[in-house]
Every structure is written in structure tokens, then in C-alpha cells.
């Protein structure tokens, strides 16, 4: 399933609305995050969260988002300090909040009526990742030549 946010750049900052915080933004651990390509880097930050002094980089990378996100892109540029839940950025986050909620209902988003499924149900164009997550799960040996044998978290039974 795709990972669905929605987001919206004004002056200083950037405001995000993640719409299902309980996806992986960048695939599930046990399907070694298929939504990001296997590299040394990936490997780095997948190992960073056994370290309690590295696990930040990991859940920068991979780990799951708040329902809100809120940025100031000029001091911040690399978007690391979420101001999402400090009290003192409140009118911005809302104000933001609310046009970005306006445009989406404007350009007739499914998400603003109740009818985000809609895009979980395309039909896959590569019927070879068709339920992969469930497949995997199963035991069934899958081609996954995109990523890394060392990206799979371990299957906890």
C-alpha cells in the first residue's frame, strides 16, 4: 500500500498531513522497506536502530510519521525539528492546515470525502507484486532484486 500525505509550502514553512500513521512510510520492516532501494546507505541507517545512540537516523529514514508535520524550511532546511506539537506554532500549523484542506476539497481529493481507499484498490500494473507483504509472510520466495536480502526485518512470531 502506498504511503498517503498530502502537504503545503508557505513562506518559512512546510506543513504535512499524513493520512495513515500506521503504514510505513517507506514499506513495512518485515518486507525490507521496498519503497527504498537497497544501498549502503540503506543498510547504515537500517542498522542505526539497534543503537539507542544511532536509532534517530533510522527513524528519520524509515520510521513511521506523525499525523502532523510542521516545518520552518529557513531555519530547519533539512527538516528535522517537527514544531507540529509545540503550543507556540498552533496559528501557523492550523492556518496551514486548513488551506491545505481547502485545495485538496477544491481539486476534489477522494481523501476529503471519505474515499482515500480508492487509491489502494488500483489494480498493480506488475502482477508479480501483487500481495507481496501477505506472500512474503507465507514463506514464498520472491524476486526482490531492488533491495538488499539484509533489509528484511526478522519475521516475529
Not at 60 to 76: Q, V
Request: hydrophobic content about 30%; aromatic content about 14%.
Amino acid at each position: 500500500m502506498g504511503y498517503p500525505i498530502r502537504g503545503i509550502i508557505q513562506e518559512d514553512y512546510l506543513y504535512l498531513h499524513n493520512f495513515e500513521t500506521n503504514r510505513w512510510p517507506a514499506g513495512d520492516p518485515i518486507t525490507g522497506y521496498l519503497n527504498c532501494d537497497g544501498s549502503p546507505t540503506k543498510t547504515v541507517c537500517l542498522n542505526a536502530k539497534a543503537d539507542s545512540t544511532t536509532y534517530q537516523y533510522w527513524q528519520w529514514s524509515f520510521g513511521k510519521r506523525p499525523k502532523e508535520e510542521l516545518y520552518n524550511i529557513k531555519k530547519d532546511p533539512v527538516c528535522l525539528k517537527n514544531l507540529a506539537t509545540n503550543p507556540e506554532f498552533n496559528d501557523i500549523k492550523n492556518q496551514l492546515h486548513n488551506q491545505l484542506f481547502s485545495k485538496l476539497r477544491k481539486q476534489e481529493d477522494p481523501r476529503m470525502f471519505g474515499k482515500g481507499t480508492v487509491f489502494d484498490n488500483y489494480t498493480y500494473a506488475d502482477s508479480s507484486g501483487v500481495d507481496f507483504y501477505k506472500r512474503h509472510l507465507k514463506g514464498e520466495k520472491l524476486n526482490f532484486g531492488w533491495v538488499n536480502a539484509s533489509d528484511f526485518a526478522k519475521i516475529e512470531e
